[in-house]
């Protein structure tokens, strides 16, 4: 199958590849990490997730989980998926709703690898834009390319990214992460960031 469909082609004019927001989102993700951890175990890497297959979008497959939510895994990556449909993601995408009522958003993930995630451009669905919130600590690092610079960032801290562009990871260890798609370019989030100041989500 010839996967380049689903992809958009990168964008020609200069934009932002990416910047570190001051945000802190207090939250106990511990139930939420503990589930990511689960569903990797046992529906990921036994490809348990494939019997409740609900439908593809873009090049990803999405299964519904037991007990509810769903997952979004790759076909050609054995392991990243997200996972997603949790009432406490429900809960932070209705906080940032509030936040920033200028911007619209895909429904907020929990995103789950071991290893490196190759470059791609995101579907077109996913948005523009995505935040990138580390709930572990693991040394990888990431990049996005651009015509002329890459922006490379570490895991250490909040990340906004531009998924219109080529980006990808490199990894190996357990790296959980919190995800929300923004709609909107890189430039224009910054902006709404930039005018808050310190953004505290809770």
Not at 26 to 34: A, G, I, N, R
Not at 43 to 66: A, I, W
Not at 84 to 92: A, E
Request: include cysteine; hydrophobic fraction near 30%; charged fraction near 20%.
């Amino acid at each position: 199958m010839d996967k380049t469909r689903y992809y958009r082609t990168a964008e020609t004019e200069k934009s932002i590849l990416g910047f570190y927001p001051n945000l802190t989102i207090k939250f106990d993700w511990t139930k939420l990490v503990k589930q990511a951890r689960t569903v990797a175990q046992h529906y990921v890497r036994t490809d348990k997730f494939k019997d409740n297959l609900s439908y593809l979008y873009g090049p990803s497959q999405v299964s519904d989980l037991p007990g509810g939510g769903w997952i979004s895994k790759q076909a050609d990556s054995y392991d990243f998926f997200v996972m997603g449909g949790y009432p406490d993601l429900n809960y932070l995408s209705e906080q940032f709703a509030q936040t920033f009522p200028e911007l619209t958003f895909s429904p907020p993930t929990i995103g789950y690898s071991t290893k490196d995630i190759p470059e791609h451009i995101d579907y077109e669905g996913n948005g523009l834009s995505s935040l990138i919130f580390p709930l572990n600590a693991v040394d990888s690092h990431g990049r996005v390319v651009g015509d002329d610079e890459t922006f490379e960032y570490t895991f250490d801290k909040p990340v906004i990214i531009n998924i219109n562009r080529l980006h990808g990871v490199t990894n190996n260890q357990e790296r959980i992460c919190f995800c929300i798609h923004f709609h909107q370019t890189v430039s224009q989030v910054k902006e709404s960031f930039d005018r808050l100041g310190q953004v505290v989500i809770q």
